[in-house]
T-cell receptor, first 115, second 116 residues
């Protein structure tokens, strides 16, 4: 199974709402990533978890809160978002051996609209 | 530090014509190189990768790319375009283990348009 799944596929939320995005993989990957992607732009890295620990936070506003409950799951909790946060949110996973680099496997994304 | 330059934000070809998408990189150490494709409203899918060894790399859907160290290039080609190839293509570079992290740097993307 080389699939990364993401739910929901689409999400519309108001600026005062609290919602969560979910990502799951069963490839045994120990690195998981959240990216934000605007239309016709490359993905922008937000967070990286390595062995269930947050290893990289690319200065993301605190209204985005990541969580990695176990090695297969990755969540992104959203609160008090702004309209400019509307984007495609992509989850990815990869192997994470020390001193190694592997390709990333991406999920289909969650299309988020903030109203 | 690593960076990627994709020449041309849009490339337009006729169905059956050669596809050539250009990618140049800079890296302080020998790089890992990747091409990803993104169809509308989907995530990114790995087309092919270069790590070590043979410099001509074959990928899925008939695509291939050649690593040219002297030119710091990793151009993507396909002999004959299909309508289904219309998508956004991203070149990415990642430093090898001795050089740095495992986070790839993406190019800005090239939109491939295929005309009937």
């Amino acid at each position: 199974d080389t699939e990364v799944t993401q739910t929901p596929k689409h999400l519309v939320m108001g600026m005062t709402n609290k919602k969560s995005l979910k990502c799951e993989q069963h490839m045994g990957h120990r690195a998981m990533y959240w990216y934000k992607q605007k239309a016709k732009k490359p993905p922008e890295l937000m967070f990286v978890y390595s062995y269930e620990k947050l290893s990289i936070n690319e200065s993301v506003p605190s209204r985005f809160s990541p969580e990695c409950p176990n090695s297969s799951l990755l969540n992104l909790h959203l609160h008090a978002l702004q309209p400019e946060d509307s984007a495609l949110y992509l989850c990815a996973s990869s192997q994470a051996s020390s001193g190694a680099t592997y390709e990333q496997y991406f999920g289909p994304g969650t299309r988020l609209t903030v109203t | 530090a690593q960076s990627v330059t994709q020449l041309g934000s849009h490339v337009s070809v006729s169905e059956g014509a050669l596809v050539l998408l250009r990618c140049n990189y800079s890296s302080s150490v020998p790089p890992y190189l990747f091409w990803y494709v993104q169809y509308p409203n989907q995530g990114l899918q790995l087309l092919l990768k270069y790590t070590t060894g043979a410099t001509l790399v074959k990928g899925i859907n008939g695509f291939e790319a050649e690593f040219k160290k002297s030119e710091t290039s990793f151009h993507l080609t396909k002999p004959s375009a299909h309508m289904s190839d219309a998508a956004e293509y991203f070149c990415a570079v990642s430093d090898q283990p001795s050089g740095g992290s495992y986070i790839p740097t993406f190019g800005r993307g090239t939109s491939l348009i295929v005309h009937p």
